[in-house]
C-alpha cells in the first residue's frame, strides 16, 4: 500500500513539474510583439529585458501550442462596448454606445501588436471626440439654465412690483401699523443689547475691583509683616548658644522703648537687628532719608533704614554702657533686589548668622555681657522724656 502511495505521489510531482503550453493565438501575439519589439532602432533597456522574456517563454511555452477556444456567439454579443470603465453613468454610457463605431482593424485582419496598438489609438480618438461633445452639451445645458432663471426673475419682480397708482391709495392706517412694529422691534433688539452689555460692564468692574483690593490687601500685610521670629530662628539654630545672647524685643522693656526688635551679645560684640518688612525692588540711596520700593502690584516710599538703625543703636549703648563694639544690622525678607547695590549693613535672614560669626575677635568678657544682659531686662524706663527714638 506505501509503495503505491509514493508512486502516485511521484507521478503527480512530475506530472505537475511539465510546462504548461499557451493557446496558437497568444504564442502569435508573443511572436507579434517580439519582431515589433526587435525592429524598433531606439531600444531602451526595459525593451532589451522584455526581449529577453518574450524568448524564454515561446522557448519554454509555444513548442506545442494548443488550439485556441472562441467564445459562443452569445458570449461575443454579450461582450461589452469600448468605455465601460470610463463612463459610469447609465446614460452617458449609452450616448457613448450609439456614438461609437468599433474600428475594423480591431476584429479583422492579422491580431497582432500592431494592429493592437492602432486600434487603442483610433478608440482614443472616438472618445476625445465624444468627450468634446460633451463638454459642449453641458455648456449648452448652463446656459440654457441660467436663461431660465434670469427669465423667471424678471417676471418675479414684475408681479411684486405695485403700480403708482395703486401704491398712492394704500391705507395710511396701515401703513402707520407697520412702521410702529418695527420701530418697536428695533427697539427690542436695542434694549437687549444694552441689556447684556451692561451685564458685561459690571462683570468687568467687579473683577477689577476684587484684583484692586487683593492688591491692597496683600500690600497692607507685606507692611505689617515686620517680625523677628524668623531672624531669631536662624540666629538660634546657628550660633553657638554658649557665646552668644539672643533678646527678643519681648523680652526686656527697654528694647521695647527703643523699638529695637531684637540684640546678639557675644564677646565679639553687642548686634543690634531692626526688620525690615518690604519686599522687591529697594532703590537704596545711602544719603536719601527715603527709600523706594517696587513690586508687583504698586510702588511705595519708606524712611531709610540705616539713619533709624544709627539712631537707636547709639541709644542702646548709652543704656547697657557699651562705650564701644556695638554693631547694627537690617534684616530683609528673602526676595529682595537692591539698587543700584546692596548696602553694607543691609542683610536678608538666611545671611544674618554668617554675618555675626565674621566678627571673632574679643572685645568683651563674659562679666560684661552679663552685666549688659541685665541692664537690658531692668532697664524700663531709663529714657529721659527729652530723648528722641527715630521710628
Known amino acids: 500500500m506505501n509503495r503505491w502511495i509514493l508512486f502516485l505521489l511521484l507521478y503527480v510531482g512530475t506530472s505537475s513539474a511539465e510546462s504548461v503550453q499557451l ?178 460692564l459690571c462683570g468687568y468692574l467687579f473683577i477689577e475691583l476684587i484684583k484692586h483690593m487683593s492688591r491692597s490687601s496683600s500690600t497692607i500685610n507685606d507692611n505689617k509683616k515686620r517680625s523677628f521670629k524668623p531672624t531669631y530662628h536662624a540666629l538660634t539654630s546657628k550660633l553657638d548658644n554658649k557665646k552668644y545672647i539672643i533678646v527678643h524685643r519681648s523680652m526686656s522693656p527697654l528694647l ?51 539713619n533709624a538703625v544709627k539712631i537707636r543703636a547709639s541709644k542702646l549703648a548709652e543704656c547697657v554702657g557699651a562705650k564701644s563694639g556695638v554693631k547694627y544690622i537690617v534684616t530683609f525678607n528673602s526676595g529682595c533686589q537692591f539698587y543700584p547695590g546692596k548696602p553694607v549693613s543691609c542683610f536678608e535672614i538666611e545671611q544674618v548668622a554668617f554675618e555675626v560669626m565674621r566678627y571673632t575677635q574679643f572685645i568683651f568678657s563674659y562679666e560684661q555681657l552679663r552685666y549688659f544682659e541685665q541692664r537690658l531686662y531692668s532697664q524700663s524706663h531709663a529714657l529721659e522724656a527729652s530723648h528722641q527714638i527715630a521710628s
Not at 529697594?282 to 513690586?295: F, G, K, P, Y
Request: proline residues 4%; negative net charge; aromatic residues 10%.
Open 256 to 306: 521695647e522703648e527703643l523699638d529695637i526688635d531684637g540684640v546678639a551679645l557675644s564677646p565679639f560684640g553687642l548686634f543690634v537687628f531692626v526688620s525690615c518688612p518690604y519686599v522687591g525692588e529697594i532703590e537704596a540711596n545711602l544719603e536719601s532719608e527715603m527709600w523706594h520700593v517696587t513690586r508687583e502690584g504698586g510702588a511705595q516710599y519708606f524712611l531709610n533704614p540705616l
Open 23 to 200: 493557446d496558437v493565438y497568444q504564442c502569435d501575439r508573443y511572436a507579434a510583439e517580439l519582431v515589433f519589439l526587435q525592429q524598433n532602432t531606439e531600444m531602451k533597456q526595459s525593451d532589451q529585458a522584455r526581449i529577453t522574456r518574450l524568448i524564454e517563454r515561446i522557448e519554454n511555452y509555444c513548442e506545442s501550442p494548443t488550439v485556441a477556444r472562441k467564445p459562443p456567439v452569445e458570449a461575443r454579443e454579450r461582450q461589452s462596448v469600448f468605455g465601460h470603465a470610463h463612463y459610469s453613468d447609465p446614460e452617458i454610457y449609452a450616448q457613448w454606445q450609439a456614438f461609437f463605431q468599433k474600428p475594423a482593424i480591431c476584429h479583422h485582419g492579422e491580431q497582432n501588436f500592431q494592429s493592437a496598438v492602432k486600434c487603442a489609438e483610433m478608440v482614443a480618438k472616438q472618445r476625445q471626440a465624444f468627450e468634446s461633445r460633451l463638454d459642449k452639451q453641458k455648456e449648452a445645458k448652463e446656459r440654457n439654465r441660467r436663461t431660465e432663471l434670469t427669465r423667471a426673475s424678471k417676471e418675479i419682480s414684475q408681479e411684486t412690483t405695485t403700480p403708482p397708482s395703486v401704491a398712492s391709495k394704500r391705507d395710511d392706517t396701515s401703513y402707520q401699523l407697520n412702521t410702529d412694529i418695527a420701530l418697536d422691534k428695533n427697539a427690542g433688539h436695542f434694549s437687549r443689547f444694552g441689556f447684556w452689555l451692561s451685564i458685561v
